[in-house]
């Protein structure tokens, strides 16, 4: 009788469900053995070993991410830590463009600049920083935008 006969006859089955996948993954993640945590769920390490796979396989890490130091084996990155990582990856890339482009503003430029372009420009400004700062755009930022195209409007006069 071969492996695959013998865990017929003795009860294991050769797939978990997604929740159990999930519980799986956590388990080996903290330091359980794939032997321990297939017995654990009724199932072969080599089942555990295959939900661990394609668990690496299904995430995204990006090409220059740090390798996550542990002290504990199989410890493997998150998507919400992978994800968290590429945002925190672009929003600092952004902040280095958008302080090159804020900074390369001149005062010539400023005055070239009609009065539809200064309140777009200043919108987007806006919104950019309530987005990466998280913060909710309330009615002080609208008023703010609307005292500043007055006072653009006033000096045009």
């Given at each position: 009788m071969n492996?695959?006969?013998?865990?017929?006859?003795?009860g294991?089955v050769?797939?978990?469900?997604?929740?159990d996948?999930?519980?799986?993954?956590?388990?080996?993640?903290?330091?359980?053995?794939?032997a321990?945590?297939?017995?654990?769920?009724?199932?072969?390490?080599?089942?555990?070993?295959?939900?661990?796979?394609?668990?690496?396989e299904?995430q995204?890490?990006?090409?220059d991410?740090?390798?996550?130091?542990?002290?504990?084996?199989?410890?493997?990155?998150?998507?919400s830590?992978?994800?968290?990582?590429?945002?925190?990856r672009?929003?600092?890339?952004?902040?280095?463009?958008?302080?090159?482009?804020?900074?390369?503003?001149t005062?010539?430029?400023?005055?070239k600049?009609?009065?539809q372009?200064?309140?777009?420009?200043?919108?987007?400004?806006?919104d950019?920083v309530?987005l990466?700062r998280?913060?909710?755009?309330?009615?002080?930022?609208?008023?703010?935008?609307?005292?500043?195209?007055?006072?653009?409007?006033?000096?045009q006069?």
């Amino acid at each position: 009788m071969n492996r695959c006969e013998q865990g017929k006859i003795m009860g294991r089955v050769s797939s978990l469900i997604e929740k159990d996948k999930e519980k799986a993954i956590a388990l080996v993640q903290s330091g359980f053995t794939q032997a321990k945590v297939g017995s654990m769920f009724n199932v072969s390490a080599y089942v555990i070993g295959r939900v661990v796979k394609e668990y690496k396989e299904s995430q995204v890490v990006p090409v220059d991410a740090e390798v996550m130091p542990s002290d504990k084996p199989n410890n493997l990155p998150t998507k919400s830590q992978n994800i968290t990582a590429i945002k925190e990856r672009f929003a600092d890339k952004f902040t280095q463009s958008v302080d090159r482009i804020v900074d390369s503003i001149t005062d010539t430029d400023l005055e070239k600049a009609n009065l539809q372009q200064k309140a777009v420009s200043a919108g987007i400004f806006f919104d950019k920083v309530a987005l990466i700062r998280s913060i909710n755009q309330t009615v002080d930022h609208k008023h703010t935008l609307v005292g500043a195209i007055r006072r653009s409007t006033a000096e045009q006069d």
